[in-house]
């Protein structure tokens, strides 16, 4: 039930991003719960060896390049995924930074594990 939860979050939170953001376009809930799900999966699968691979630059930048990556994995499904589009490189950042806050308010307000006794 959690993960359910966690990807409709998701796609609202892409809904948002597409309506704060200028240059990011949704076509429908369903192309933001698609979008969500892809998200997801690549957040699961590919991100880990990226992070690995960029570790050198990213202790430079103090973990600032994450935002980058995020960014051109946002970027990345704008262009696979039909129905959502992503102008440019400015687009995709603002929008994933959107996407991260909302991400990780919500995970805060819906995890009961940390929640104090």
Do not use: Q
Not at 10 to 18: R, T, V
Not at 23 to 51: C, E, F, N, Q, Y
């Amino acid at each position: 039930m959690r993960l359910l939860l966690k990807w409709v979050l998701a796609a609202f939170a892409i809904l948002a991003a597409a309506y704060l953001v200028p240059g990011i376009h949704v076509a429908s809930l369903i192309t933001a719960l698609i979008v969500a799900l892809v998200l997801g999966v690549l957040s699961i699968t590919i991100k880990p060896v990226v992070k690995l691979i960029t570790l050198p630059i990213n202790l430079l930048t103090l973990g600032l390049f994450s935002l980058v990556v995020n960014a051109l994995f946002f970027w990345l499904v704008g262009t696979v995924i039909k129905g959502f589009t992503v102008d440019g490189f400015v687009a995709a950042f603002l929008g994933s930074l959107v996407v991260s806050v909302i991400n990780f308010i919500g995970d805060k307000l819906t995890d009961k594990e940390d929640a104090p006794l």
